[in-house]
């Protein structure tokens, strides 16, 4: 599904508790998102991960846009032990407009 980045940035209200993204963005609670999509997954610099997310990531894994929306929906049903303390985005169009809202962070 086509997110819209436009109501994407809506949606990343609910991120902002704990996440930034754009210019100057720094890590908060959670990592910086600048570049997220397509990078390996725990890969922020300076960021100190759950052992889950970090394994994922050692393994190889990649945010891809599917990855992202399966981690999204349930954070803790996709990576359990996570420290992403958020129940998750339940409608499919909230996580595809959010991505894509990435999307305008990350190069293709
Ligand atoms: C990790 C996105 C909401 C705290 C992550 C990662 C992504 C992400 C993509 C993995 C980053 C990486 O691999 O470098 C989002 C989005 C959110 C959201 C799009 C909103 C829809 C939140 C909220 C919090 C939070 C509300 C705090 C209450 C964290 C933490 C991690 C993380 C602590 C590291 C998890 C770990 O090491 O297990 N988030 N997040 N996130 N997020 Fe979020």
Same mark, same amino acid.
């Given at each position: 599904q086509e997110g819209d980045a436009e109501k994407g940035e809506r949606v990343f209200r609910k991120c902002q508790a704990c996440h930034a993204v754009g210019e100057d963005a720094k890590n908060k609670v959670g990592p910086a998102l600048? &570049?997220?999509?397509?990078?390996?997954?725990?890969?922020?610099?300076?960021f100190s991960y759950s052992s889950v997310l970090a394994d994922m990531g050692a393994e190889g894994k990649t945010w891809t846009e599917e990855e992202l929306a399966a981690f999204l929906e349930k954070p803790r049903d996709y990576?359990? &032990?996570?420290?992403?303390a958020f129940a998750g985005l339940r409608k499919e169009e909230e996580r595809a407009n959010v991505i894509a809202y990435l999307a305008t962070f990350s190069e293709e």
């Open positions: 600048n &570049g997220i999509i397509g990078s390996t997954i725990a890969s922020v610099e300076g990576a359990k &032990g996570t420290k992403m």
